[in-house]
């Protein structure tokens, strides 16, 4: 087939019959070219979740690295075992006591990122057709992983104070009588990603003993629960459950992504089964970044680290708040006590995903609420990061994204009545982001 302007030969993918019937979830959106260009200098992008890494210490991670070459060069560059370097294993158990979890290092295993560890989780409990309870919103990347694996999404409300019990129990109990299959809750219970929220003390228990209850597997990602802006955050779920809690943790945010090193903390029998599954996956996390991390946490103060980091998003979250007051006071949005997202509702007349390449006109890029739903809600929400831009490059966008709206509220108040700007009612979201807008 040829372009009609006579241009290059569009070429038809000729194994298009070939593929798998999973591979039907792995569509890349319409919105990824537009983040293509947002992802130029002079665009203020508060789309992506990238960890602001220069505020680390470059010398000591260079001191790691070259620790590791010089007391264990060929180990280092050497496949490894499945589960992860044991050392490396030891040290996460402290990490993970600071969220009040205790385990045995056998039950961890060393993932490629928590993105592995949610990819082979899905891998090891879903059919197609099953049913996984989540947020409304939940992260996109765990949505694209659910979807590739044909998984049925069904979002439980979510409010200020993290997932609603009763709305869980509620869900659970139609699912239920409909005969559906729920395999597990996958829950961002800290500094939600996108939203901002964090589950309250008091619900743990409860949303616990809701799972326990209907036999549902709870799937705890917790990326951001050190960085908080004020108070720790709660005990996490698997501090309360070690039987029924499947724990992801990562050190993506609280040292660097590059290293792509996260892991999964698992009952022990599911644990047995994920190292089998990681192994078919990858034969072996990276040697070479355990090491390095493993170097870093026996020589840095790491904990003096991540409170660095809690210092600079704090910053960052105060600025884009004061922004947001100052130049959008007709909009609402929650107040995250830490991690890297605000969530911002907009009027019901506009839509976040329609508006974007205006805004991206404007230079500045946001990502649309629909990217966080499997069901084509959130198109009157938007997910704002704070955590790359410098406070002033936060100032700047947020002024430009007033622009923006103050911009389309005008056009749309123009044609109002006139259908001329009706918006279609696709129900579809974005799919595949980038990683960096993830
Ligand atoms: N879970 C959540 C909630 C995230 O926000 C992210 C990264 N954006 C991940 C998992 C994956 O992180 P990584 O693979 O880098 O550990």
């Known amino acids: 087939m040829s372009d009609p ?35 130029r200098p002079e665009v203020v992008s508060l789309a992506g979740g990238m960890p602001f890494v220069r505020a680390l210490p470059e010398d000591l991670i260079r001191t790691a690295l070259d620790r590791v070459m010089t007391l264990e060069g060929p180990t280092a560059l050497q496949y490894g075992s499945g589960q992860g370097v044991p050392r490396l294993r030891e040290q996460i158990l402290e990490v993970m006591a600071l969220e009040g979890i205790s385990a045995s290092m056998d039950n961890v295993v060393v993932t490629t990122g928590s993105q592995q560890a949610l990819d082979l989780v899905t891998k090891l409990f879903i059919d197609p057709g099953d049913i996984i309870l989540a947020e409304a ?45 729920i395999k597990f809750l996958y829950t961002i219970p800290n500094f939600q990603n996108p ?32 960085l908080s802006f004020d108070e720790p955050v709660p005990p996490a779920l698997r501090s309360l459950d070690e039987d029924g809690v499947i724990y992801l943790g990562s050190f993506s945010k ?69 922004a947001l ?21 907009l009027p019901e007349q506009l839509d976040s995903k329609a508006m974007l390449p205006r805004a991206v006109t404007e230079l500045v890029a946001y990502t649309p609420g629909t990217a966080f739903f499997a069901d084509g809600g959130g198109r009157h929400n938007l997910r704002l990061s704070f955590c790359y831009p410098t406070p002033e490059n936060i100032r700047i966008g947020i002024r430009r994204l007033a622009t923006v709206i103050q911009g389309e509220t005008d056009l749309l108040d123009t044609f109002a009545g006139t259908g001329v700007l009706a918006l279609p009612t696709a129900n579809e979201s974005v799919t595949a982001p980038p990683p960096d807008m993830s």
């Open 5 to 39: 302007r006579g241009a290059k030969p569009i070429k038809l993918d000729p194994w298009l019959d070939h593929y798998a019937a999973r591979a039907s979830g792995l569509s890349a959106s319409e919105v990824r070219a537009l983040f293509a260009v947002a992802s």
């Open 137 to 181: 919103p939940s992260y996109v990347g765990a949505i694209g992983v659910f979807r590739s694996y044909q998984a049925h999404m069904v979002h439980v409300l979510t409010d200020e104070n993290g997932l609603v019990p009763d709305a869980l129990r509620e869900t659970i109990v139609r699912l239920k009588a409909e005969k559906r299959t």
């Open 195 to 226: 939203a901002g929220v964090t589950l309250s003390a008091e619900r743990r228990p409860e949303i616990l003993a809701i799972c326990k209850e209907h036999n549902i597997l709870i799937l705890e990602d917790n990326p951001y629960g050190l």
């Open 254 to 322: 609280t040292l660097a992504p590059g290293f792509r090193v996260g892991w999964a903390l698992a009952p022990h029998a599911i644990r047995e089964k994920l190292v089998l599954a990681a192994e078919a996956a990858i034969l072996c996390p990276s040697s070479f970044s355990q090491l390095v991390i493993s170097e870093y946490l026996t020589q840095a103060d790491w904990r003096g680290q991540i409170n660095e980091f809690r210092g600079v998003y704090r910053e960052r979250r105060d600025a884009m708040l004061e």
């Open 325 to 345: 007051d100052e130049h959008l006071p007709e909009l609402s949005w929650n107040i995250p006590n830490g991690g890297f997202y605000i969530w911002v509702d």
